[in-house]
């Protein structure tokens, strides 16, 4: 076994595993996928520790990095992806997590406003092997609305707020995931659309970098 082959078996088994992700097909894609192939060459040391990791580019509004193996798996498995399903994978980043959907799902949109990111996220995932995979480039808060409507829609960052756009594009029945940050604390929320209106509940606590594209506009304060 290679380095870089038991690092990641040691990610799944005492980062994965342990914390609650109990979904068999999450994990042997975790086992089989490549999660330095995602990673900036001079980082690929940090591909499988327990945290995020920089992707080196950004955009005036954050810097982006790859979710943690541990949270990323929890959303996923949140997600309960089906393998017919549509799914829209916003702010895709390098592709790591559109690469997991890709075991898991008929077809995957990975969307990402970086083109810099956009384009790695391409090469890697046809390096792979994933056919099932396209990926967009655009804002994150409008979503891809050319091939909605989606059955899972999952966030790749933390977000203040769900906008509507993103609500729209579910398919009745349809999923939406994403990490909400409050004041201080952050919690991964789960929406569902049923009979044409959208719920949702927050589950449990999540760390997850910022995505772009999602903040509020500032208030004005009179005095």
Not at 30 to 46: D, G, K, N, Q, T
Not at 114 to 136: P, Q
Not at 147 to 168: C, T
């Amino acid at each position: 076994m290679s380095d870089m082959a038991a690092a990641r078996f040691n990610m799944v088994e005492s980062q994965v595993r342990p914390n609650k992700v109990t979904d068999k097909r999450i994990l042997g894609a975790m086992l089989e996928i490549p999660r330095e192939l995602f990673v900036p060459e001079a980082r690929r040391s940090l591909a499988y520790m327990d945290e995020e990791v920089p992707l080196g580019t950004g955009t005036e509004r954050a810097v982006r990095r790859l979710i943690a193996p541990m949270p990323l798996a929890r959303l996923v498995q949140l997600c309960a992806v089906d393998d017919d399903d549509l799914v829209l994978d916003v702010g895709c980043a390098s592709g790591y997590s559109t690469a997991i959907f890709s075991r898991l799902a008929g077809a995957v949109v990975g969307l990402e406003c970086d083109v810099t990111l956009a384009a790695r996220a391409a090469a890697a995932l046809e390096e792979l092997g994933a056919d099932n995979v396209d990926i967009a480039t655009g804002p994150l808060e409008t979503g891809h609305a050319a091939a909605a409507p989606y059955d899972v829609i999952m966030l790749g960052g933390a977000v203040p707020e769900v906008p509507a756009p993103l609500l729209r594009q579910l398919k009745e029945g349809g999923r939406l995931v994403a990490v909400v940050s409050g004041d201080g604390v952050s919690h991964a929320h789960l929406f569902e659309k049923i009979g044409g209106d959208v719920a949702h509940r927050a589950l449990f606590e999540a760390a997850a970098p910022p995505l772009p594209g999602f903040e509020r506009a500032p208030r004005f304060t009179f005095v």
